[in-house]
């Protein structure tokens, strides 16, 4: 049986954000993750937007971390080497009934304490926004809401986290959770026991089925789908900025706002489901999406696009974001209704989390050797041409491009396949250095990216799985 002090469940971004967390102390740490990469279900599949909190509901624990974590990422993307950029939102209304709600909007946002959101009139936003319907009446400024690339975030998080000696179990599924004289002991797993002092239910979607294990789970998980359209880079109409609709009490609704890589992200709808593994995408949901931004940006082109994708965020029964830990049941903490604003906040309870286990008694000494700092894959269509000389002097295999749309490179696939927790899958490659995320969306470049995995591993090419177990990308040689 192996043995560790706390076990963390999920590997999204409130898992990952934790396990670094909890890195910066003198503690034996273990992530247990389902899939077979970091990043989860949610986490990997949402808008991609670092909110300010402006329109949490006031005084609630989501407000307070949502709130609290946005100006912690400009420190934490640096160390870490992740792309951010503030680009700032925009909120316009379009007719008389929608002008009348900015007031109690922006009083919201006050409520918040997110003082910087701003009135603007029609001529100020079309003049910062001209692809706007000149129909727009005025709206509200939020200039501290930023967009991310949430696959590297969440890798990033791990990475530093596993390099600060944190064991990840990928792969792995938890079956059950033991507990003794009132206290949790041990986390029962499809690949065999961890014994432990602590666990953490990070996890999500499911979170409500890990606390089925011990008894707390006094509320239920339904899924949440958001679908999407991903716009080619060279579409005909582009936004500068975070374009939101007048939000509703089930939906921030279907925005319009740019990538960190230069595409269009357009959506996501907002459907409730019973169905926990349904991330297809329908003819409904998509022109549903066509219909509503259209009011807004008029000339989006969704022929434009490269692909659509569906989320689904985990909507708690009864509501509202939860950190829990009990009386009867030492050991654990119950983290419960992670939605929109998960990626934003899971820096926010990660530290949250981890205050509340020193509180409770946990012995956690600070490191004296954390290594705050990672440094990411090069960036190769980003670097000057002198820059792109010298990686290839260092390492010819960046001369060698080969998904053509995003221009990834052999010596990027290798670094991603190599370095720590280094991808195992396509999707893995994909989503650590964009091979295979540009216009073809692998047609090209993903029969080479199959063969370097495999080369990389020692593996035959037919063991090379798209994501999961079970997905393997080819079936056999015909010569």
């Known amino acids: 049986m192996k043995k560790t002090d706390v076990v963390i469940i999920g590997a999204g971004a409130v898992g990952s954000a934790l396990a670094r967390e909890l890195s910066k102390y003198q503690l034996d740490v273990t992530v247990v993750e389902k899939n ?6 949610s986490s990997k599949s949402n808008s991609a937007i670092i909110h300010t909190g402006y329109d949490a509901k006031p005084g609630t624990l989501e407000s307070e971390l949502v709130v609290a974590a946005n100006p912690m990422y400009d420190e934490i993307c640096k160390d870490l080497d992740i792309p951010f950029k503030r680009i700032g939102a925009i909120l316009p209304a379009f007719n008389d009934e929608q002008m009348e709600q900015l007031p109690a909007i922006k009083h919201k946002a006050m409520q918040n304490r997110v003082y910087d959101v701003e009135y603007k009139t029609a001529a100020e936003l079309l003049e910062m926004e001209p692809e706007l319907n000149p129909e727009v009446k005025g709206g509200l400024f939020i200039p501290r809401e930023s967009i991310i690339d949430p696959f590297l975030f969440c890798i990033a998080l791990a990475e530093n986290a596993a390099d600060n000696g944190v064991h990840f179990e990928l792969a792995t599924k938890v079956i059950g959770i033991e507990q003794k004289d009132g206290a949790v002991t041990t986390v029962k797993t499809d690949k065999g026991d961890i014994e432990c002092k602590y666990i953490i239910n990070a996890a999500g979607l499911y979170c409500d089925e890990i606390a089925s294990f011990v008894g707390k789970n006094d509320y239920y998980v339904t899924p949440r789908k958001g679908q999407f359209y991903i716009l080619d880079k060279k579409t005909s109409c582009k936004v500068n900025y975070i374009v939101l609709p007048i939000p509703t009490k089930v939906t921030k609704g279907k925005l319009m706002c740019p990538t960190m ?44 696009s490269i692909t659509q994708y569906s989320g689904l965020r985990a909507q708690r029964n009864p509501e509202g974001l939860n950190i829990d830990m009990y009386d009867d049941l030492k050991g654990y903490v119950n983290i419960s209704g992670v939605r929109s604003t998960g990626l934003t906040n899971s820096v926010a309870v990660a530290k949250y989390v981890a205050d509340l286990l020193i509180e409770s008694g946990m012995k956690a000494e600070p490191k004296t050797d954390f290594i705050k700092t990672r440094k990411g894959t090069p960036h190769f269509a980003e670097l000057s041409a002198e820059e ?5 002097a260092k390492d010819a295999r960046y001369g060698n ?23 195992r899958t396509v999707d893995g490659v994909k989503r650590r250095v964009r091979a295979g995320m540009g216009r073809c969306q692998g047609g090209f470049c993903g029969p080479r990216v199959i063969e370097i995995i495999a080369r990389e591993l020692g593996i035959s090419p037919d063991e090379v799985c798209k994501n999961n177990e079970g997905s393997e990308m080819l079936t056999g040689f015909v010569r």
């Not at 077979?36 to 279900?41: R, S, T, Y």
């Open 388 to 392: 792109k000389a010298e990686l290839i």
């Open 261 to 304: 890589h230069g595409n269009m992200l357009v959506g996501p709808t907002a459907e409730d489901m019973l169905d926990k593994e349904d991330k297809s995408t329908n003819t409904e949901g998509l022109e549903s999406i066509a219909a509503d931004v259209r009011k807004m940006i008029p000339r989006v082109n969704l022929r434009d």
């Open 36 to 41: 077979a990469d970091v990043g989860g279900d």
């Open 401 to 423: 491009v080969i998904c053509r749309c995003e221009t990834i490179t052999e010596g990027q696939i290798c670094d991603a396949i190599n370095r720590t927790l280094g991808a």
